[in-house]
């Protein structure tokens, strides 16, 4: 099969290649209706563009990189699908590392994509104390965080960035299990020097606090979004005899964790323990395990980060001024907290 060229469609409409290759590349000096022709028209004849010439026109690999914490946590893989499928429907390919929660990883798997070439970073494994921050800074590399933020005001002027409202979704979460009756409520955490794990904090001990409720010391364990930690936490808070009648938890991998271990000693979810989680991953809504979960929408952040990032590469944000983009955050409703509607949103 012959492959379709900006000369052919050229010759169709009977305008210049330059026209066409002006109206396909979004550049000025093309008229709508024009431009209206010339896209129809090569999407009619199956146009493909050469991604591979275009970088060499502009010097640009027209790859970026995704840097996430652990792709064996659910929560990745749709964020990571999510920032593919809009690079390739732009024009890039993506790269996808994983820095197994370690900074030195992040570290050096930045200098890599620098060497070999990369238009721009995606970092989902931001701390509040990650060096790198001021790396990209210094190596003017164009870059996005996504997930997590930096929450200092000093550094977050320049700084791009999507991310779900983690203090609202929390602040839900916890008034939900407040109206149900509950007041000792055992908090299982990320990583506090994580933004996530900070601001859903705020938002849990803020609802409670509305409630008359203080956060037992006691009942806070940090557990670094590893659900082979919070299953050994919940462990240890569930053999006391004043334990909590519900959990918060700041993610639903570890929420799983948490579920093992109830039902290990014999406890039923939610008659005697009820668990709302955070993520709302794909086995969340599972039969049988039908998890209350707070949902970020991992597939439309790993996009919208994904095409904000391309933006800022292609220089489309030319105020100088950062895009800082919140997703509202949703309380879905199911089986583990005790409320019989299921499914419902809040």
């Keep these: 099969m012959t492959k379709i060229t900006i000369k052919d469609i050229a010759k169709q ?21 024009v431009k209206g022709k010339i ?14 010439a ?5 010097r640009k690999s027209l790859t970026i990189g995704l840097i996430v914490s652990s792709i064996a946590d659910p929560f990745y893989p749709e964020l ?14 993506m790269m996808l590392f994983n820095t197994n929660h370690k900074i030195e990883n992040e570290t050096r798997i930045i200098g890599m994509l620098t060497s070999r070439g990369v238009d721009g970073i995606i970092l989902s494994t931001a701390l509040q104390d990650d060096p790198n921050i001021d790396l990209l800074n210094e190596m003017q590399m164009p870059y996005v965080l996504i997930n997590r933020l930096i929450l200092d005001p000093r550094k977050t002027s320049q700084i791009d960035s999507v991310s779900l409202d983690n203090y609202g979704g929390s602040h839900k979460a916890a008034t939900h299990l407040c109206r149900l009756g509950h007041k000792k409520i055992g908090i299982i955490a990320g990583n506090m020097k994580s933004s996530t794990a900070i601001l859903r904090t705020e938002g849990a001990k803020d609802a409670l606090a509305e409630f008359g409720i203080n956060i037992r010391p006691d009942l806070f364990v940090e557990c670094g979004y590893s659900k082979t930690v919070a299953y050994q936490a919940a462990q240890k808070i569930l053999a006391r005899k004043n334990k909590p009648t519900a959990f918060l938890i700041q993610g639903d991998n570890m929420a799983l964790g ?26 969340s809504s599972l039969a049988g395990i039908e998890l209350t979960t707070v949902s970020q929408n991992q597939y439309n952040m790993g996009l919208t980060g994904a095409e904000l990032l391309i933006n ?10 950062s895009n800082k983009i919140v997703m509202e955050a949703e309380l879905i409703i199911r089986n583990t907290c005790g409320f019989t509607q299921k499914g419902y949103v809040l």
């Design 258 to 283: 948490v579920r093992e271990a109830a039902f290990e000693v014999g406890l039923k979810i939610p008659e005697d323990l009820a668990i709302i989680g955070f993520d709302d991953i794909s086995i």
């Design 80 to 93: 990571a699908l999510g920032v593919q499928e809009k690079a390739n429907e732009l024009g890039y390919t």
């Design 312 to 321: 800022k590469i292609k220089d489309q944000n030319r105020s100088g001024l």
């Design 54 to 58: 275009k970088g060499l026109v502009s």
């Design 39 to 52: 896209v129809s028209m090569a999407r009619e004849m199956g146009y493909q563009p050469n991604y591979f």
């Design 13 to 33: 409409l009977n305008v210049s290649t330059t026209t066409v290759s002006n109206a396909l590349n979004d550049k000025p000096g093309v008229g709508k209706v």
